[in-house]
């Protein structure tokens, strides 16, 4: 028995550093200087790979190329932001633009940036979208999300428009949920062509709505949930709007989501005393989310002591007649 499990837990562990030399590997080809350095020496002792002093050499000289764009990277952020040295950002740029050449993804991002806002170097539209275009054609999803936004806002230019969506369309397909919304946003607003290609437009739109959903994006729960209520796109189902409008008001605290929650409930789609005391719950969640966002002098003019007394009212008369009362009221001694 001692035996049985004295095997087993060898090749529990044996698993288990083969799985973690498939990461290493995996992230050394990646560009990780810290993965680069733990591979050159698996090569160079023949640790769970073949003995390999020519891939130790070239992991190991890898791993001193990456740490020397880390070192720039951390550079440039120290006198972007005066982290002990003096603030300055023509030298940020200097040691940013070291690690952009060694072809480093963020450093190319931030590049971009630098030449789109001007920071310690001469604004530059045409470079900050060149810099963005090389990263997009890495396949970064980010950059893709980016150039793609950029190119589709260029309606009257239909090749980059083109690009645009083609961008967007492949950082979406990656799983990038901003990507995702903003196909939905371009698609729900196409009102050109037949009927039938309107109509089409709108079953894309929810597509990708829903995958963004799935992604965790709150706006496209709350778009999920519409579409649902009036057929948009999709097939009309309330059972189904109600779960995507409940997890973008409770999940993610949506304020519009939990605003348009105490509609629902108040309208009549659900009706009863408990759907109505969930009703005030969204209610009363939207108005202190609002207090907290604005300062004192608003908060005498909004009334606070008056909106708790009317929700007393309010809760009160429900319980006394299982009714409601009309949503206007609540909204007209809220709003700020």
Known sequence: MRSMFFILLVVGTSLLAHGQIRTIRAQAYSGDAAACLKYSKAF?????????????AIFLSRAK?????EVWKSIAKAYAYGLGVEKSQDSAFVYLQFAANADDTEALLDLSEAYRFGHGVSK??????????????????????????????????????????????QAAEKGH???????????????TGTESDKYYSLVKAYAYSYAASQLGVPKALYYCAEARLKGRGTTQNDSLALVF??????????????????NLYWDGTVTGQQEALL???????VKQSRISNVDQ?????????????????????????GGWIPVTAFDYRIRE
Do not use: W
Not at 46 to 56: F, I, N, T
Not at 177 to 191: H, T
Not at 245 to 262: C, E, H, I, K, V
């Open 44 to 56: 160079f002792k023949g640790r769970l790979v073949e003995q390999d002093l020519d891939s130790a």
């Open 245 to 262: 409008m409940t997890q973008a008001a409770d999940s993610f605290n949506y304020l519009p989501a939990r605003n348009r929650m105490g």
């Open 297 to 321: 002098r608003a908060k005498a003019e909004l009334g606070i002591h008056e909106v708790d007394q009317f929700l007393k009212q309010v809760q009160n008369y429900m319980l006394r007649a």
């Open 65 to 69: 190329a990456g740490a020397k764009v």
């Open 124 to 169: 530059s539209d045409d470079l900050a979208n060149h810099y963005l275009n090389v990263v997009a054609e890495k396949g970064e999803p980010d950059a893709q999300f980016l150039v793609g936004t950029i190119f589709v806002q260029s309606a009257f230019d239909a090749k980059k428009y083109s690009k645009g969506l083609k961008l967007l369309r």
């Open 279 to 285: 009703a005030l719950q969204y209610y009363q969640s």
């Open 177 to 191: 949920p901003q990507a995702n919304f903003q196909l939905c946003g371009i698609f729900s607003e196409r009102n």
